[in-house]
């Protein structure tokens, strides 16, 4: 089995920012991309950023040019840099990995537990 813990969040004013941590332990050979998901009150849960295991990396337009999303491979641990926070980034943030346990399987997909953002106005 493979556990995903998030940290980092907390309450922020509005222009503040945070810093998550999610670190993946567990079962793992390697971890092919790690994704922050975000699900605010009574909304969806969305895509906020991705990065492959080449750094190549993905955000969705709200978040552009506010927060970066950075690993570290070498402690199957991803961040997400937060700047310029707003309230309508109020959320809980989870962190998700696509992960391979065995040298030559298919990955699959782990979900962390879920950290709270509040940005307060």
């Known amino acids: 089995q493979v556990q995903l813990v998030e940290s980092g969040g907390g309450v922020v004013q509005a222009g503040g920012s945070l810093r998550l941590s999610c670190a993946a332990s567990?079962?793992?050979?390697?971890?092919?991309?790690m994704y922050w998901y975000r699900q605010g009150l009574g909304q969806q849960r969305d895509l906020a950023a991705s990065?492959?295991?080449?750094?190549?990396?993905v955000y969705t337009d709200s978040v552009k040019g506010r927060f970066t999303i950075t690993r570290d491979i070498t402690k199957d641990t991803v961040y997400q840099q937060m700047n310029s926070l707003k309230p309508e980034d109020t959320a809980v943030y989870y962190c998700?990995?696509?992960?391979?346990?065995?040298?030559?399987?298919?990955?699959?997909?782990?979900w962390g537990q879920g950290t709270q953002v509040t940005v307060s106005s």
């Open positions: 567990g079962r793992i050979f390697n971890i092919n991309t």
């Open positions: 990065i492959s295991s080449g750094d190549s990396t």
């Open positions: 998700v990995a696509d992960v391979r346990y065995e040298i030559f399987h298919s990955t699959a997909t782990y």
